[in-house]
């Protein structure tokens, strides 16, 4: 048996390669979840751009790993967030929200998707369940495709005045 403590390993292991482990590619995303699948997992996903990642983030990935199944975070590539947000957009790029959401203990893997909308992804994927802001309501953008799949929505409630375009004007106040 090693000397080494299970502390001390995890001191020891840049974060980074850590957080790697949780990284799924779109080109090979099909064929783990369809092992994962395999192995009695339940799939549950969420997607979004998660820029400038604040405590209302937490919450409705938190929320969505509450479900109890195997937590899947789609980002929005830098291609995708500046079809749907603007030029300018996103403020921290893809490869730094990918380091920042594989970092949370509650998210299992992470992905992203280049298209303006994730519903191609989620046709690949066809998660159990698929977790959304109750803002969108029940006829979001991925809801059709989640039900084709034979997943089911979960909508999550928005804590008020944690988003990020009030976080950016509160900047912009403190700062001009």
């Known amino acids: ?8 390993l995890q001191e020891s292991t840049p974060w980074s390669q850590v957080c790697k482990k949780k990284i799924l590619s779109p080109h090979n995303l099909k064929a783990k979840v369809e092992a994962f699948k395999a192995d009695g997992h339940r799939i549950i996903t969420l997607n ?21 199944g195997t937590l899947i975070v789609a980002l929005n590539s830098d291609k995708s967030v500046r079809q749907y947000k603007g030029e300018g957009k996103p403020i921290i790029p893809l490869t730094e929200r990918i380091e920042l959401i594989s970092a949370l ?25 698929h977790v959304n802001g ?15 799949g034979g997943g089911l929505l979960h909508l999550v409630k928005r804590i008020p005045k ?9 900047i912009l106040k403190v700062y001009r």
């Not at 048996?1 to 001390?8: A, G, I, K, L």
């Open 162 to 170: 944690l988003a990020t375009s009030q976080i950016v004007e509160t």
């Open 48 to 68: 979004g751009s998660f820029d400038l990642l604040h405590a209302g983030h937490l919450y409705i990935i938190h929320q969505a790993k509450s479900l109890g």
């Open 134 to 148: 109750s803002e969108y309501g029940e006829e979001c953008i991925e809801a059709a495709t989640v039900r084709e």
């Open 1 to 8: 048996m090693s000397s080494m403590s299970e502390e001390t």
């Open 105 to 129: 203990e509650f998210v299992d893997f992470v992905t992203w998707f280049d298209e303006p909308d994730p519903k191609d992804l989620l046709a690949l994927i066809q998660p159990n369940i």
